[in-house]
């Protein structure tokens, strides 16, 4: 059984992306279809051997497909995903626009999988934010097993995550510093390479950011909202993966080595973890895999029963499309996908 795809967004990063993984899996596809905005239309994407042309969103008949990947702006999302989703197909969307919505499940597959069971009130599902989702994978087992009271991540995000723009920003500039100087910020505040740049999205009252507000907002709507996060999210000159350095205090008390057996039996994580020079993962060793790595877990003696660790992942993979496409792979085991009428 095939099932009639459409990717919204298909020239971006993650749109890409999401087409790559969705063959790279072997989703059940039937027919695929590349979607962006009416500037786009006719430029061409590959879906395997395939090249696909871009159709234009506004001319799009979504009433016959039965999946929507969506790697849009949040404004662009609030307009057109209650539109797609009442023409039928299931929408899975990677923007902020919806993920706090209480009509719209936030899925991590490894997470809460049954919360697919009520997507069909908006015919939405949100994709959590890219450094929540691989928080959350490796946090999951360890607060079913001690319960957690309270986490200090600190992020280190790639450039990637500010999409296409953030990549050629860090390349010119890293390019040209000792030639002819770095060519000025355009999408980041300050010079990006060389640098890290402590602040990412834009500030709130409180002196944090909207992005270290969506990482306990999503983690406490997925996991449990007695959690307690304090986050710092930093801008680094890395391409691709973003790393998180995360401590954290349980409730109960919870050994290093029980806590490194534990994640190494939990679903999408990996643990590399010795105690020597190269024993830990990067984010350019994390690039191109799917899973969530955990590193250098050890106990955190300040606190009664605390562990600290480092979590590494693919940002564009494990932290968008990867996610997105699980939750198809999840939808279709679960028989959750309405198929439209043939035309």
């Known amino acids: 059984m095939g099932y009639r795809v459409a990717v919204v967004g298909a020239t971006g990063n993650v749109g ?50 039965d999946v929507v990947l969506m790697s849009v702006s949040g404004s662009f999302s609030k307009e057109w995903s209650p539109k797609i989703g009442a023409a039928g197909p299931i929408v899975i969307d990677n923007s902020s626009a919806w993920r706090m919505d209480p009509d719209v499940p936030l899925i991590v597959p490894e997470v809460n999988p049954d919360d697919v069971l009520w997507a069909n009130r908006k015919n939405i599902i949100a994709n ?42 860090l390349f010119d500039q890293t390019k040209n510093v000792f030639v002819l100087g770095a ?89 590399i973890d010795k105690r020597e020079p190269t024993g830990y993962m990067t984010a350019k060793e994390a690039q191109g895999e799917f899973s969530v790595f955990v590193s250098r877990i050890r106990k955190d003696p300040t606190v009664e029963h605390g ?17 997105a496409v699980q939750i198809a792979e999840l939808l279709h085991e679960r028989g959750l996908i309405r198929q439209a009428a043939l035309a």
């Open 183 to 271: 060519t000025p910020p355009k999408k980041f505040p300050k010079q990006i390479a060389f640098n890290v740049i402590p602040f990412i999205g834009s500030f709130l009252e409180d002196g944090y950011t909207d992005e270290e507000a969506k990482m306990w907002n999503e983690t406490h709507k997925m996991i449990d909202p007695a959690i307690k996060l304090t986050v710092t999210c930093v801008r680094v000159p890395v391409m691709v993966g973003h790393s998180e350095a995360v401590n954290v205090e349980f409730h109960d008390p919870l050994d290093e080595d029980d806590a490194r057996e534990i994640l190494r039996d939990a679903p999408g994580v990996i643990v």
């Open 128 to 169: 959590p934010n890219c450094s929540t989702i691989q928080l959350v994978v490796a946090l999951k087992p360890l607060h079913d097993a001690a319960r957690i009271k309270r986490v200090v991540v600190a992020t280190y995000q790639s450039v990637s995550g500010a999409g296409k723009e953030g990549m050629d920003e």
């Open 307 to 323: 562990l600290s660790m480092w979590v590494v992942a693919d940002n564009l993979r494990k932290g968008a499309a990867l996610n």
């Open 16 to 65: 890409r992306e999401m087409l790559n993984i969705l063959e790279e899996v072997k989703f059940p596809v039937e027919k695929i279809h590349a979607i962006a905005s009416r500037k786009s239309i006719g430029l061409e994407v590959s879906f395997g051997d395939q090249i696909l042309k871009c159709e234009d969103v506004e001319q799009f008949d979504f009433s016959k497909v």
